[in-house]
């Protein structure tokens, strides 16, 4: 029975560079319950949507895991499933271009459920243009047609395309030595520049140069396979001089072509894999680790009632400063409630934290980590430092500060507990060719998880400690607590090593 609620968008994945996917394709991502999605659509875009459940659907080539009609099927069951969900169907390139949305659409209609078309950039535009190719140029390209490849849907009349300046042609690489020969019998001459783009938008980007009459045989030379694109028409020689993306590393893009796992909470910031991004990196974002309330709320909420003969309190990570202010604002409290107490952060990161917050921290360590904090801490012998963290913190912080005859005590604020990635996740995890590790919980839980043949780029001497525990034999600390500086560790790791 059809739902008020059944709701389907068919979104443009673009193709391929998360970058394109436009901001109402990020909004319905956002909203959605189920995302189906297939190889063409950058799985990096499942970021938008940590709260959906997804589904593989891939299709390649004539190598089919399911069927079109099996997908339509799915679309509309989903839709409909539990009185009603928001499926999010993410298409590479634009919904319309070849992509088979308008059956899905049809199939929508036919079952009575309401959907959206969020169109996306097409493959038949971008990779060209990533490839320093402009398929219309003045002087050279008035017009330009797109065509499909697959030659099992019939002859494609290249005779009736002898007024048009460029052609691209999408799947079309496994059948490209007939589509060049039959293009040359329609009349367009073999000397014609034409070049072909694999993974076009993406570090996999990989481009082939040749004329009408060779482009099959450069093709096959390289290597390239599906996905690809072909541009055939004068507009292909501009390549050599509008060649933009594939910059050598000291134009900006040292991780070019580098797959960078991304460890981090289920809710963590993007900020670092933006900052990966820019400099070329393929980033996969994958949660760890996750955070719970605390195991002892009621010994924890009595303790930050009553502050009385505490000196100093002792946050040693982002998540502290969150998990504090969190409880407070439940017991009806604010920063005011800490004004009989001095604060030390474990580290820049955590200082800005409470920046956020209102507070200043009256001391950082100059290195960060618990160690420094516990050895360079100005408290007397005798007074008393109460840390707030989780279960799961390391005994350093404890440890240095009894020696010097200060006072430690410990409040639970919160639990860190295992956070399980998906199959699809974890495959990619694996090939990635280096790993940031932003706590040693997560480098535990990596290596427990994958294995500890990684590369590993951490922010602090601490984590590499935990990281070198857990058995990783290549770990890099960034040259300072910023993460422009953890990002120069993750290229200075690969930046002579092939992908995985």
């Known amino acids: ?87 999010a169907r993410l298409k590479g390139g634009d919904v319309f271009v070849f992509g088979r949305g308008s059956e899905e659409a049809q199939a929508c209609v036919e079952a009575g459920i309401a ?32 065509l499909t490849g697959n030659t099992k849907e019939g002859g494609a009349h290249y005779e009736r395309l002898s007024g048009v300046d460029t052609l691209v042609l999408l799947m079309g690489v496994r059948n490209l030595g007939q589509i060049a020969a039959e293009l040359i019998e329609a009349g367009r001459p073999a000397d014609t520049p034409a070049a072909t783009i694999q993974w076009g938008t993406t570090p996999q980007q990989r481009v082939a140069t040749g004329t009408l009459g060779t482009i099959a045989d450069e093709v096959r030379r390289a290597g390239l396979e599906a996905p690809a ?90 998540q502290a400063v969150t998990a504090l202010f969190t409880h407070l604002d439940d ?20 200082a800005r934290s409470l920046r956020e917050h209102g507070l200043r921290a009256d001391f950082v360590p100059s290195t960060p980590g618990a160690r420094h904090l516990g050895s360079d801490l100005p408290a007397r012998p005798g007074e008393v430092v109460l840390h707030l963290t989780s279960q799961v913190a390391e005994a350093e912080l404890q440890e240095a500060l009894e020696e010097r005859g200060v006072v430690y005590e410990r409040a639970e604020l919160y639990r860190t507990v295992p956070a399980e990635p998906g199959e699809n996740e ?29 590369k590993v780029a951490v922010m602090g001497p601490q984590t590499a400690e935990a990281a070198r525990e857990a058995g990783f034999r290549e770990v890099r600390v960034a040259g300072s607590p910023s993460l422009e500086a953890l990002v120069e560790a993750a290229a200075e790791l690969v930046r002579s090593a092939p992908p995985r």
Do not use: C
Not at 30 to 57: G, K
């Open 331 to 350: 017991l009806g409290l604010d920063a005011r409630a800490l004004g009989g107490v001095r604060l030390a952060a474990v580290g820049p990161s955590t």
């Open 115 to 146: 959907f959206e078309i969020v169109p996306g950039i097409s493959s038949a535009i971008a990779a060209p243009a990533y490839a320093g190719i402009p398929v219309t140029h003045r002087g050279d390209a008035r017009s330009f047609a797109v």
């Open 426 to 454: 974890l495959e990619r995890l694996k090939a990635a060719d280096v790993v940031t590790l932003a706590s040693g919980s997560a480098a535990r839980h990596l290596a427990a998880l994958a294995g500890n043949d990684f």
């Open 229 to 318: 694109v072909t541009v055939v028409g004068e507009v292909a020689r501009l390549r050599s001089e509008l060649k933009w993306f594939e910059s050598p590393a000291e134009l900006g893009h040292p991780l070019l072509g580098k797959q960078v796992a991304v460890t981090r909470t289920r809710d963590g910031s993007s900020a670092l894999s933006d900052l990966l991004r820019a400099r070329g990196a393929e980033v996969l974002e994958v949660p760890l680790i996750r955070f719970e309330s605390s195991g002892e709320p009621q010994a924890l909420q009595a303790r930050l009632r009553d502050l009385s003969g505490v000196d100093w309190l002792a946050l040693s990570s982002n």
């Open 1 to 87: 029975m059809n739902s008020s609620r059944a709701f389907v968008s068919l979104i443009g994945a673009g193709p391929g560079d998360p970058g394109l996917l436009t901001l109402r394709g990020q909004a319905a991502l956002q909203q959605a319950d189920v995302v189906l999605f297939d190889y063409l659509a950058n799985a990096e875009l499942l970021r938008h949507a940590p709260q959906a459940r997804t589904i593989y659907v891939g299709k390649k080539g004539f190598s089919e895991y399911i069927s079109q009609e099996e997908i339509n099927a799915l679309i509309v069951e989903q839709a409909l499933a539990g009185g009603g969900q928001r499926v």
